[in-house]
């Protein structure tokens, strides 16, 4: 039987007619390997996270303990930003520790954010994110930079009217090799992108016969591009393709 005492950080569970903290209740202290020196290892302290506390039909407060597996995800989750890969980890693992990351609001922390989405990316590619729509959110874009850069396995990109310019960065890691073998649709539209601006985003096929290797629609709508320097850049396309 257990019972609630008014104490936000505090849980108190009832055995035997007394009384006990959680928080107190302490593994069994290991027996010594060598009776030659006796240490006296710190006890190690159960979380409340680590019991599923539910109520009876008699309204009583009841508890049982997480499995092992459950406490592990829950840790592996606090601190997949010391995870160095999750290569050749079975994908129903990444999903539930992907969700327990989410749920920690770990990716919305700017310090341990993009290591997390690099982990998963890293070993998960396009299961992570295969779509992505930032249209009319410059502010976002400039914010998170680093993330976005983690995303190798994008598919469709939505940029338009990000106030991109001719020299963005997110123009590097768009003719990066990391991205370029996955984008088939880029949306750039309406960033008063000039024709400098589509020569340098072009350059990489028009040079060196790579780049947005799977491009099949490039939206240019609402920029001051002239007809001369589009026309070279599809020229440049079918180049690159042949």
Do not use: W
């Not at 060598?34 to 508890?63: D, V």
């Not at 990109?157 to 001719?166: A, I, N």
């Amino acid at each position: 039987m257990c019972s609630l005492v008014p104490d936000n950080s505090t849980l108190y569970i009832r055995e035997g007619g007394q009384l006990r903290r959680v928080n107190d209740i302490v593994l069994a202290e290991p027996k010594p390997v060598s009776s030659c020196r006796r240490t006296k290892p710190l006890p190690m302290l159960l979380k409340k996270e680590h019991f599923i506390f539910t109520y009876n039909a008699k309204g009583n407060l009841q508890y049982s303990p997480r499995s092992l597996f459950d406490i592990s995800i829950q840790f592996i989750a606090e601190n997949i930003h010391h995870v160095d890969s999750l290569l050749d980890f079975p994908e129903q693992i990444g999903v539930k520790l992907f969700a327990a990351t989410e749920e920690k609001c770990v990716f919305s922390n700017q310090e341990t954010g993009p290591k997390a989405l690099q982990v998963f990316n890293d070993a998960y590619g396009d299961m992570v994110l295969t779509s992505l729509c930032l249209r009319n959110r410059f502010p976002l874009l400039s914010e998170r930079m680093c993330e976005i850069k983690t995303f190798h396995s994008l598919k469709s990109l939505d940029l338009f009217g990000c106030r991109l310019g001719d020299s963005h960065e997110i123009f590097l890691h768009l003719t990066s090799s990391s991205l370029t073998g996955s984008l088939v649709e880029l949306f750039i539209g309406g960033n008063c992108l000039s024709d400098i601006g589509l020569q340098r985003l072009t350059a990489p096929i028009r040079m060196f016969k790579k780049g947005l290797d799977n491009l099949q629609l490039l939206d240019l709508s609402d920029n001051p591009i002239s007809e001369r320097v589009i026309s070279l850049a599809q020229y440049s396309r079918k180049q690159c393709m042949t």
